[in-house]
């Protein structure tokens, strides 16, 4: 479960990578076949480990997905 280059462990950035392609909580859990609230809770542990406080004027999903694709440019 080591850390890649966005701070986040192996299951975490499986649900990154799934925001990133736009998918919702609902549709994670099906993909990746866990219950809802797990993603829920990988989706928190992900704003806290990218440092994405809630702030009213963002989008914190699209600021996590934008900071996977910036990890993850060949």
Known sequence: WGRNSTGT???RRRVLALIAEGHSNEAIAD???VSERTVESHVAAI???LDLPPNPSVNRRVQAAVAFLHANRR
């Open 9 to 11: 462990t192996s299951p």
């Open 31 to 33: 993909r990746i076949a």
């Open 47 to 49: 704003f806290r480990s």
